[in-house]
């Protein structure tokens, strides 16, 4: 048996070592001029924070929100989700504070998001400002990301979604198309609105047509929706004076979602 | 009676066939209607096909291990057991590979991974090693095959077996590179899970691989055995069976001593989420078979059995030992699949999760884990039966020229496997 580890010689190994790295560098040549470009997480990735541009953040009053469940239904009639697989649901609290209170729990948009570092595939990434957004395209349906998110937000696509939506016209009409069969999606803050408000010069928070669904339906306006750098937003100047928490703030994911304690 | 015991090996067969055929049509309803006639939900998006996937590569791991020593350490007298275990190692892979198409929603992406890198995602590593290290594997099994009678009149795939064969040494190194990172990833993609803090520990990818490689080579001498007392012969002699099961027996120690320290030292304080998921196992729902399977049986008195087995020189004694390791780490990755999901996504404020699940596997998938077990084990009953490397142990090994045996040669020794 001695033939088979005493017959590489020298010559051959290194022949062995110099194929290796010709088929390395090709491999990566082939990726930086292919497969980078059109990366969406490419550049987007090193810059979860958007520095230059807005904070986009979610404000929910745990005070005045009333579980109502509206923003739920205009969640579901504007971004089309399958009834069972909300993006955006309500959690009822009856431990924590003297009273009973809601807790509406859209995506975070974390700034360290543990679904983005997980994604075998960069199908989920961050946008350019910041939010946590989903390539459909590109997922392979693995799942990763609903194990890794701390919040449980994500929603898989069971089965083809062939329902009429319970929530079209009551509480608002479709806007975006729906998700093919087998792959994974979640909140997006509702951000084809904010990209629309982008071209039509909106403002998102303000404008209903450039703001979250959720925030331009909730009757109590609990949810606030804006740019915590611009002052005068909704969202900042909902929290201004409140204490604010974020869910499991010990993961140090950073969520964009701030919840305003009860009076 | 007689044509039963004559048949037995087909009768065998046609059992196996009738499994793949149920699994087949299970496939069909999960491509046709998807993953909803599955019991996976959103709140435990991972079940049985993910035990499958980390068991088959598990339990491989052997091939690794068995040709490093093989070819790296010198130790030559192990080839006979080594080839086994390549063997069992390419079906363990192409059983992953399986597992995992069934698993996620979009197979005819699969080829993502190795396009679009993350090189950040646990999952991305598991994917381009696992790819990559089947690639090995067949290049480790091709000689094997190319050896096969019928294809003997074929003289350039021998003489290209012979070369493959020539680079067995460098073949080892890459699979002991690939698949140190990769049985470890296996165990990081659950141990970076931060938002289950059951899973998140960094012990994860050392516990994976040192638990892989003591249940794969038991598991590769525990086939072995089957095969011998099936088939009436010889594959490996019995002192090298006794000598890698008593180094396997190590193995599982060393992985007790870290599991013991793991789950003391790593348990200190109330971690919500993680204290829980200890208290299920070890008292609650999953506390029986953590207990019998996972550490009495499948680690003390395994790791046990395997070492008094080498003194005593009692191969029953191995066969029982492997069967409990390799029946250990199934469980173990059972518990950490299912405990991952069974646990509330602790809130602050710690509010009821609604996405806390129960979970049992569906008909489903359990009709396609035993299918891909049977053509698993079908194509190891077949390679058993036919290849040539596994024909019985000679007083010399026959240099490759010798070949081809007459066919009938092959058949005569067994009546099954």
Same mark, same amino acid.
């Given at each position: 048996?001695?033939?088979?580890?005493?017959?590489?010689?020298?010559?051959?190994?290194?022949?062995?070592?110099?194929?290796?790295?010709?088929?390395?560098?090709?491999?990566?040549?082939?990726?930086?001029?292919?497969?980078?470009?059109?990366?969406?997480?490419?550049?987007?990735?090193?810059?979860?924070?958007?520095?230059?541009?807005?904070?986009?953040? +979610?404000?929910?009053?745990?005070?005045?929100?009333?579980?109502?469940?509206?923003?739920?239904?205009?969640?579901?009639?504007?971004?089309?989700?399958?009834?069972?697989?909300?993006?955006?649901?309500?959690?009822?609290?009856?431990?924590?504070?003297?009273?009973?209170?809601?807790?509406?729990?859209?995506?975070?948009?974390?700034?360290?998001?543990?679904?983005?570092?997980?994604?075998?595939?960069?199908?989920?990434?961050?946008?350019?400002?910041?939010?946590?957004?989903?390539?459909?395209?590109?997922?392979?349906?693995?799942?990763?990301?609903?194990?890794?998110?701390?919040?449980?937000?994500?929603?898989?696509?069971?089965?083809?979604?062939?329902?009429?939506?319970?929530?079209?016209?009551?509480?608002?009409?479709?806007?975006?198309?729906?998700?093919?069969?087998?792959?994974?999606?979640?909140?997006?803050?509702?951000?084809?609105?904010?990209?629309?408000?982008?071209?039509?010069?909106?403002?998102?928070?303000?404008?209903?047509?450039?703001?979250?669904?959720?925030?331009?339906?909730?009757?109590?306006?609990?949810?606030?929706?804006?740019?915590?750098?611009?002052?005068?937003?909704?969202?900042?100047?909902?929290?201004?004076?409140?204490?604010?928490?974020?869910?499991?703030?010990?993961?140090?994911?950073?969520?964009?979602?701030?919840?305003?304690?009860?009076? | 009676?007689?044509?039963?015991?004559?048949?037995?090996?087909?009768?065998?067969?046609?059992?196996?066939?009738?499994?793949?055929?149920?699994?087949?049509?299970?496939?069909?309803?999960?491509?046709?209607?998807?993953?909803?006639?599955?019991?996976?939900?959103?709140?435990?998006?991972?079940?049985?096909?993910?035990?499958?996937?980390?068991?088959?590569?598990?339990?491989?791991?052997?091939?690794?291990?068995?040709?490093?020593?093989?070819?790296?350490?010198?130790?030559?007298?192990?080839?006979?057991?080594?080839?086994?275990?390549?063997?069992?190692?390419?079906?363990?892979?192409?059983?992953?590979?399986?597992?995992?198409?069934?698993?996620?929603?979009?197979?005819?992406?699969?080829?993502?991974?190795?396009?679009?890198?993350?090189?950040?995602? +646990?999952?991305?590593?598991?994917?381009?090693?696992?790819?990559?290290?089947?690639?090995?594997?067949?290049?480790?099994?091709?000689? +094997?095959?190319?050896?096969?009678?019928?294809?003997?009149?074929?003289?350039?795939?021998?003489?290209?077996?012979?070369?493959?064969?020539?680079?067995?040494?460098?073949?080892?190194?890459?699979? =002991?590179?690939?698949?140190?990172?990769?049985?470890?990833?296996?165990?990081?993609?659950?141990?970076?899970?931060?938002?289950?803090?059951?899973?998140?520990?960094?012990?994860?990818?050392?516990?994976?691989?040192?638990?892989?490689?003591?249940?794969?080579?038991?598991?590769?001498?525990?086939?072995?055995?089957?095969?011998?007392?099936?088939?009436?012969?010889?594959?490996?002699?019995?002192?090298?069976?006794?000598?890698?099961?008593?180094?396997?027996?190590?193995? =599982?120690?060393?992985?007790?001593?870290?599991?013991?320290?793991?789950?003391?030292?790593?348990?200190?304080?109330?971690?919500?989420?993680?204290?829980?998921?200890?208290?299920?196992?070890?008292?609650?729902?999953?506390?029986?078979?953590?207990?019998?399977?996972?550490?009495? =049986?499948?680690?003390?008195?395994?790791?046990?059995?395997?070492?008094?087995?080498?003194?005593?020189?009692?191969?029953? +004694?191995?066969?029982?030992?492997?069967?409990?390791? =390799?029946?250990?780490?199934?469980?173990?990755?059972?518990?950490?699949?299912?405990?991952?999901?069974?646990?509330?996504?602790?809130?602050?404020?710690?509010?009821?999760?609604?996405?806390?699940?129960?979970?049992?596997?569906?008909?489903?998938?359990?009709?396609?884990?035993?299918?891909?077990?049977?053509?698993?084990?079908?194509?190891?009953?077949?390679?058993?039966?036919?290849?040539?490397?596994?024909?019985?142990?000679?007083?010399?090994?026959?240099?490759?020229?010798?070949?081809?045996?007459?066919?009938?040669?092959?058949?005569?020794?067994?009546?099954?496997?």
């Amino acid at each position: 048996m001695s033939e088979f580890t005493r017959e590489l010689d020298r010559r051959e190994f290194l022949k062995l070592l110099l194929g290796l790295g010709v088929a390395l560098a090709g491999g990566e040549w082939v990726r930086r001029n292919f497969v980078a470009h059109d990366d969406p997480a490419g550049e987007a990735a090193h810059s979860e924070v958007s520095p230059g541009g807005p904070y986009w953040a +979610m404000v929910i009053d745990l005070q005045t929100c009333i579980g109502c469940e509206r923003c739920a239904y205009a969640c579901q009639a504007t971004n089309d989700t399958a009834s069972g697989h909300l993006w955006n649901i309500i959690l009822r609290d009856e431990k924590t504070f003297d009273k009973p209170v809601y807790l509406p729990r859209p995506c975070m948009h974390c700034e360290h998001a543990p679904c983005v570092e997980v994604c075998p595939v960069n199908a989920t990434y961050h946008r350019e400002d910041g939010l946590v957004a989903m390539d459909y395209d590109r997922c392979i349906g693995c799942r990763y990301c609903m194990v890794a998110c701390p919040y449980g937000v994500r929603v898989f696509n069971w089965e083809k979604n062939e329902d009429p939506n319970p929530q079209v016209p009551t509480w608002g009409v479709t806007e975006v198309t729906r998700r093919p069969r087998g792959v994974v999606e979640k909140c997006t803050f509702c951000a084809h609105r904010l990209d629309a408000a982008k071209e039509r010069g909106l403002t998102p928070g303000y404008d209903p047509a450039a703001t979250p669904a959720c925030c331009v339906i909730c009757p109590t306006e609990a949810r606030r929706f804006g740019d915590l750098r611009d002052p005068n937003s909704p969202a900042s100047r909902a929290i201004r004076g409140r204490q604010a928490i974020v869910l499991r703030s010990e993961l140090g994911t950073n969520p964009r979602v701030f919840y305003l304690l009860p009076l | 009676m007689n044509f039963v015991r004559q048949n037995l090996f087909w009768i065998w067969v046609g059992f196996l066939g009738i499994v793949i055929l149920v699994g087949l049509y299970a496939t069909f309803l999960i491509l046709t209607q998807g993953l909803v006639v599955t019991n996976l939900t959103d709140g435990s998006p991972w079940g049985l096909w993910i035990v499958l996937d980390l068991s088959c590569i598990g339990l491989s791991a052997g091939a690794f291990s068995l040709s490093a020593m093989t070819y790296l350490i010198g130790r030559e007298q192990y080839q006979p057991l080594a080839r086994i275990a390549v063997f069992i190692g390419i079906l363990g892979y192409s059983g992953a590979l399986m597992a995992l198409a069934l698993d996620i929603g979009r197979p005819d992406r699969f080829w993502h991974g190795w396009v679009y890198w993350n090189v950040h995602s +646990m999952l991305w590593e598991v994917t381009m090693c696992i790819t990559l290290y089947f690639s090995v594997l067949v290049l480790e099994v091709f000689p +094997m095959v190319a050896e096969l009678p019928f294809l003997a009149k074929y003289k350039w795939l021998h003489n290209l077996a012979h070369r493959v064969h020539r680079f067995a040494p460098v073949l080892a190194i890459i699979g =002991l590179c690939l698949s140190l990172l990769h049985q470890s990833s296996l165990g990081g993609t659950y141990g970076v899970v931060i938002g289950r803090a059951f899973l998140f520990r960094a012990t994860m990818p050392l516990l994976f691989i040192v638990s892989a490689v003591a249940a794969g080579m038991s598991f590769t001498i525990h086939m072995t055995l089957i095969v011998q007392w099936l088939g009436n012969r010889t594959l490996v002699p019995k002192a090298i069976l006794l000598e890698v099961g008593q180094i396997a027996g190590l193995v =599982l120690l060393v992985y007790l001593y870290m599991r013991f320290w793991d789950t003391t030292a790593g348990n200190y304080g109330y971690v919500p989420g993680k204290t829980e998921a200890f208290t299920d196992l070890s008292e609650g729902p999953f506390a029986v078979t953590f207990w019998a399977w996972e550490i009495v =049986l499948g680690g003390v008195v395994a790791g046990f059995l395997l070492i008094r087995a080498y003194f005593r020189q009692n191969l029953t +004694m191995l066969f029982i030992g492997c069967g409990l390791v =390799l029946a250990g780490l199934v469980a173990n990755r059972w518990h950490t699949t299912l405990l991952a999901f069974t646990q509330p996504l602790s809130e602050n404020p710690p509010l009821t999760s609604p996405l806390v699940s129960e979970y049992t596997p569906a008909w489903t998938e359990w009709a396609t884990t035993f299918a891909v077990l049977s053509i698993l084990t079908l194509a190891f009953s077949l390679g058993m039966r036919y290849l040539p490397a596994f024909k019985g142990i000679e007083p010399h090994p026959l240099p490759p020229e010798v070949l081809p045996f007459p066919t009938s040669e092959l058949k005569s020794p067994s009546s099954i496997g």
